[in-house]
């Protein structure tokens, strides 16, 4: 043990600091990789067994991100909220419920309210897993861990990827939810015994006496995540439909979606060790270069390389994406670290909104997502020039201890 530890001491904090980042991967899997993102791939089986359209699945989605918007928000003005433990675990519970209830009904009204629900809980227990992780990997010196959290997400993703041609094989798309529900229910049980209690109170800033870094301005970067929100969405609500859509590429349409988890899932890692190298700035403006890029090839993408390409760029560039500027966030706010999370989340979930519901619409108009595409493309070009003029990142490249 010696030539890897000092002492016991560093032996126990090694492994508990690796209990609770896994504990909140698992726990990233729930409330984003299926709680949020499952929808993707189970949307053409709603559509090709109750044919819905695109602008009601575009409307279904941009109800999860309203959801996901107003958590936001009520984590940033009420940021006790993130130390309330049982409220926390209620908020898990209605995860794992809307989950659940959605292979229950064809109520248009209902799906909405569990869109819309399930949106909410995924952006508190977001902000919070963020936090709570990020506090305990502080408290234990292993705080470089960090950006790996993000990857539950990813694994989320190719988990339902898999697993969603699986259970339509087994029973349609209503059995499809209903065990994407359960599968919740198991990972998350298992996120917690993992992760273990914590010892103190979660800390959160009071929202009058936080203190700002000199370089604390969020303006640009929250903007450049507004419109990363929104162009960013558009390829994850409609990914797998578009690819449905294309002739021939029918059968890779639902496996599409394992290909951007799996590309997702070690991005964090890859991102922040490239801004390591090259600084911050540089690695969001190559991440958001390199996602437009995607986007562009999403529009004529009709073989089945051309598609998994689309496929791997959007994963492993929107949770990079992510993880570099909550990072960049954390470093700008000081000790107001719970509240600027959840400002710059609610922007994400800004742009969130307004993607789907427009792409879904303009996609019935125009008979394809072309225009949707080109739209999405754009904003994440002005993303980046906003990142390039933006002063508030550090000058040099940050000296890595990974």
Known sequence: ???????????LQHRAALRVLFGGMLGMMVVMGIGRFAFTPIIPLMQRDLAI????????????????????????????????????????????????????????????????????????????????????????????????????????????GVMVPVMDWLGGWSFTWLAMGGFSLLLSAAGVMVA??????LQVANKNSATESKQ???????????????GYIISGTFLVTMIANTPGLSGFAPYSWVVAGVAAAPSTILWQLFALRVGTRQALITAYLVQAGGLFLSINANTMFQAGLAAIIFGGTFLGIVALVMSEGARRSGKNSSRVAAILTACFGGGQ??????????????????????????????????????????????????
């Open 1 to 11: 043990m010696s030539a890897l530890y000092q002492t016991d001491t560093d032996f």
């Open 53 to 160: 359209s695109n602008s009601l699945a575009g409307g279904l989605a941009s109800l999860n991100y309203v959801g996901y918007l107003a958590g936001a928000l009520v984590c940033a003005f009420w940021p006790q909220i993130l130390r309330k433990n049982i409220l926390n675990l209620l908020t898990l519970l209605t995860c794992i419920l809307t989950t659940f209830l959605m292979g229950l009904t064809q109520s248009v009204i209902l799906w909405g309210v569990l869109r819309l629900l399930a949106g909410y809980v995924s952006a508190v227990l977001f902000v919070a897993i963020a936090v709570e992780v990020s506090e305990r990997l502080v408290e234990y010196g292993y705080s470089r861990f960090g950006s790996a959290l993000y990857g539950g997400i990813g694994l989320g993703i190719a988990f339902s």
């Open 196 to 201: 273990g209690k914590r010892t103190a109170a």
């Open 216 to 230: 604390g301005r969020t303006g640009k970067l929250a903007t450049a995540y507004f419109l990363e929100g929104f």
């Open 353 to 402: 909104v307004i993607g789907p519901q427009l792409a879904g619409i303009l996609a019935d108009l125009k008979g394809d997502f072309t225009l949707p595409l080109l739209m999405a493309a754009l904003a994440i070009l002005v993303a980046a020039a906003l990142i390039a003029t933006d002063k508030g990142f550090q000058k040099a490249p940050i000296k890595s201890n990974i």
